[in-house]
């Protein structure tokens, strides 16, 4: 985590992301875009343990956590484990096919880090099967 995202003081701007993005930029674009299509808002929080991140959320079910990283954005879902062989027949899902299966317990934690914006399919898929699962 960039120590500006760090500071309760220093609220990420779109120009602090877009810096500590660097090339990485147009994912935050898109994956935001793509948590909107869905239904879910992205907003901004402070937590003492973590610094800025944000939180999509859609009906008041977290989605997703979002963290910008110095030259990716790294996202986190969390699945009840019940739905491990729906994740494993999402063919945008083979990429992560081996996280999924080796998730221990009772959810399935899954983090991704993106750099480019040529790897969202992921991403689109573990949203929408999130907002179906509600």
């Given at each position: 985590?960039?120590?500006?995202?760090?500071?309760?003081?220093?609220?990420?701007?779109?120009?602090?992301?877009?810096?500590?993005?660097?090339?990485?930029?147009?994912?935050?674009?898109?994956?935001?875009?793509?948590?909107?299509?869905?239904?879910a808002?992205?907003?901004?929080?402070?937590?003492?343990?973590?610094?800025?991140?944000?939180?999509?959320?859609?009906?008041?079910?977290?989605?997703?956590?979002?963290?910008?990283?110095?030259?990716?954005?790294r996202?986190?879902?969390?699945?009840?484990?019940?739905?491990?062989?729906?994740?494993?027949?999402?063919?945008?899902?083979?990429?992560?096919?081996?996280?999924?299966?080796?998730?221990?317990?009772?959810s399935?934690?899954?983090?991704?880090?993106?750099?480019?914006?040529?790897?969202?399919?992921?991403?689109?898929?573990?949203?929408?099967?999130?907002?179906?699962?509600r």
């Amino acid at each position: 985590m960039s120590q500006e995202f760090g500071e309760e003081a220093s609220p990420p701007t779109p120009e602090s992301i877009a810096a500590a993005l660097g090339d990485a930029a147009l994912v935050w674009t898109q994956a935001v875009a793509a948590f909107e299509d869905a239904g879910a808002t992205v907003e901004w929080r402070y937590y003492r343990d973590g610094g800025w991140l944000a939180k999509a959320t859609s009906r008041r079910q977290t989605i997703a956590w979002l963290r910008v990283e110095p030259g990716q954005l790294r996202i986190s879902f969390s699945f009840p484990a019940p739905l491990r062989d729906q994740l494993l027949d999402e063919v945008a899902l083979a990429t992560i096919r081996d996280q999924i299966i080796e998730a221990p317990g009772r959810s399935i934690a899954l983090s991704l880090g993106l750099s480019d914006a040529s790897a969202l399919d992921p991403v689109v898929a573990l949203i929408a099967v999130k907002v179906q699962a509600r």
